[in-house]
């Protein structure tokens, strides 16, 4: 029908920070809710397992050192479990340059040195949902 209006419907991407490091968990969620996206937290592998079994996210932000479990591990059960999921590495730790290389081929789109700022981190989520 002519003039008949259909607005765009843009779906907000929901993000999953997983990291056991409890101030840059707060730091990146709300910088992701700020900017548009619908985000959330876990600690470590157990509470992430729980969300992504219950909300898929698009996109996981996934810290490579926890102290419940390696994070190469989570990213190879991620990319077995939801192929389609994006997932952005970071690291700060000892190695960071090598074990990041290595998510990279392990299935990661996009890895990260910590500290990063907010714009690289918004930059990588632009560059992985292009």
Request: hydrophobic share 45%; charged share 25%.
């Amino acid at each position: 029908m002519k003039g008949d209006f259909q607005p765009m419907v843009t779906l907000m991407k929901r993000i999953l920070v997983v990291d056991d490091d409890l101030m840059v968990r707060d730091l990146l969620r709300a910088t992701l809710s700020r900017n548009g996206y619908d985000a959330n937290a876990a600690s470590g592998w157990k509470e992430a397992k729980q969300i992504v079994g219950s909300e898929p996210p698009d996109i996981v932000v996934l810290d490579m050192y926890m102290p419940d479990v390696d994070g190469l591990e989570v990213l190879a059960h991620l990319r077995k479990a939801l192929p389609e999921v994006r997932i952005i590495a970071m690291s700060g730790g000892m190695g960071k340059g090598n074990l990041l290389a290595t998510a990279t081929k392990l299935g990661a789109g996009w890895s990260l040195e910590k500290p990063f700022t907010p714009q690289e981190l918004l930059q990588a989520i632009e560059a992985l949902t292009d």
